[in-house]
């Protein structure tokens, strides 16, 4: 990040990845100008065909431009075009641009600084060029390139061109800010707030009403935990005043006598997950952590705890981004959900955890088949391309390897939900496979820190790997 003149306007060239990754860009850089070059719009009309993300995304820009064009002549044009509010179709949230929009209108003489420094001539370099040439012709203003390209902006450093990645779209400043939905309590909890707390149960379940200052920094559905002889496990249930709170002990799924399809929670912050996937009335529930902290087996089993045992909802749904790890195996043959099987791989590890582990003891033969009918009767594996347009009812839906989503798709699919669904979104923001998103700017970042102060919403970041002593020993040494 460089360091601006306030004194001195500011003009933002944006590259062409920044318009795909967020169409709405170009209202986003407030009262400064913007600027495109030719090879953007050039970009842009490339990548315009197919039904990706990113082909949408940029049909999208296209339809702004054109919005914003409407009517304007070649004087206007050069002149830039005013930037006019732009109200979002979801949320109604107004983005206050007041700027104005160039575009490359003429040839630019870039001089020779560049060509000996960069040979080739490529989009990069072109806009790079532009950038220079743009710097010579304004003194007075600080043109800054914009770009989610890490290489392009090594390159514009090279050449001593202002350059920064696009960050609006940054969730927070720095991941370890995200909210983990676990709070400590302090030793002297109870004798602090002894006066004005009321106690009750109800149906079995024990109940506490707090006041004070402490709670008004606390969340709805958020893990609260003591250790010590006064020890207490709890979830904020009701916030009524932002100084009052309703809290509720938890489930200890510990316990074998409460196993949850043959599995107990083996910490403290996997007892949490459980209430909260158990709870019907929470419809969406995010769970981070690394490989090896449960979250798929987790969901899996209190989604077949609630589809088979006690059938709240009529069946689940797993999906995930189909990014590969190594090199892409190609087309695969098969009908949807063939395609997506070797995708699944995860989940057909966990079902056969579930199926020896369900009704207690090794099943053999008769877990296989259970496991089987599990799989073709009542789990559902769909793909994240077919998700427009749909709407769930009555539905557990599984959401694998969420941090590889943008913000937007998130969005896409969560509206999808319709009543009695439950959505849970699993991931490890620490392992992102998709170009251009970061851990601050991930969907699955981006929907933790949006949903925390909905009271039926959910999120807990597990801690603890519980695969076994070899893949623990490798995440903490290799």
Request: charged letters at 25%; a negative charge.
């Amino acid at each position: 990040m460089i360091k601006r003149d306030p004194d001195k306007p500011l003009l933002f060239v944006l590259d062409t990845n920044v318009l795909m990754h967020d169409p709405t860009a170009l209202y986003r850089f407030q009262e400064h100008d913007i600027y495109l070059p030719m090879v953007v719009l050039e970009e842009l009309d490339r990548g315009k065909k197919g039904m990706s993300e990113v082909a949408r995304n940029v049909r999208q820009v296209s339809r702004f431009l054109d919005g914003l064009m409407r009517d304007a002549d070649k004087a206007e044009i050069d002149a830039g075009l005013p930037i006019h509010p732009l109200r979002e179709n979801m949320g109604g949230h107004a983005l206050p641009a007041t700027g104005r929009l160039f575009f490359q209108t003429e040839q630019l003489e870039i001089g020779t600084t560049l060509g000996g420094a960069l040979p080739g001539n490529n989009p990069d370099n072109a806009i790079l060029g532009v950038v220079q040439a743009l710097q010579g012709r304004h003194p007075d203003t600080t043109v800054i390139l914009v770009s989610k390209d890490i290489n392009l902006r090594i390159k514009a450093a090279v050449l001593g061109i202002p350059a920064e990645d696009y960050a609006n779209d940054q969730v927070l400043e720095d991941v370890d800010l995200l909210y983990t939905g676990v709070l400590a309590l302090t030793p002297g909890f109870w004798a602090d707030h002894a006066r004005e707390l009321d106690a009750w149960r109800e149906e079995g379940r024990a109940f506490y009403r707090v006041h004070g200052p402490d709670v008004t920094t606390w969340f709805p559905s958020q893990c609260l935990y003591l250790e010590g002889e006064a020890g207490i496990e709890a979830l904020v249930r009701e916030k009524p005043t932002p100084d009052e709170a309703i809290i509720e002990v938890v489930q200890d799924y510990r316990a074998q006598r409460h196993s949850v399809w043959g599995i107990t929670a083996r910490n403290r912050e996997q007892n949490f997950a459980l209430n909260m996937l158990l709870d019907p009335d929470l419809d969406f529930v995010t769970l981070l952590g690394t490989a090896g902290t449960g979250k798929t087996l987790l969901a899996l089993a209190a989604g077949l705890a609630q589809v088979l045992d006690k059938p709240i909802y009529k069946e689940i749904i797993v999906t995930r981004v189909t990014i590969p790890v190594g090199e892409d195996i190609g087309f695969l043959p098969g009908t949807e959900e063939e395609k997506m099987t070797p995708w699944m791989g995860a989940l057909m590890d966990n079902l056969e955890v579930l199926s020896h582990g369900a009704k207690g003891g090794e099943t053999g033969d008769w877990g296989r088949a259970v496991t089987n009918d599990l799989v073709r009767n009542r789990i559902r594996i769909q793909s994240l391309n077919f998700m427009r347009g749909r709407t769930f009812l009555n539905k557990y839906i599984i959401l694998d390897e969420a941090q590889n989503l943008t913000a937007k798709q998130m969005k896409t699919l969560i509206t999808r939900a319709g009543p009695g669904t439950k959505i849970v979104c699993l991931g490890n923001i620490a392992q992102i496979d998709t170009p251009y998103l970061t851990e601050t700017t991930s969907g699955l970042t981006y929907v933790v820190d949006r949903f925390k102060p909905w009271p039926h919403g959910g999120h807990i970041t597990l801690i603890r790997g519980e695969r076994s002593r070899l893949a623990d020993f490798a995440s903490e040494e290799l």
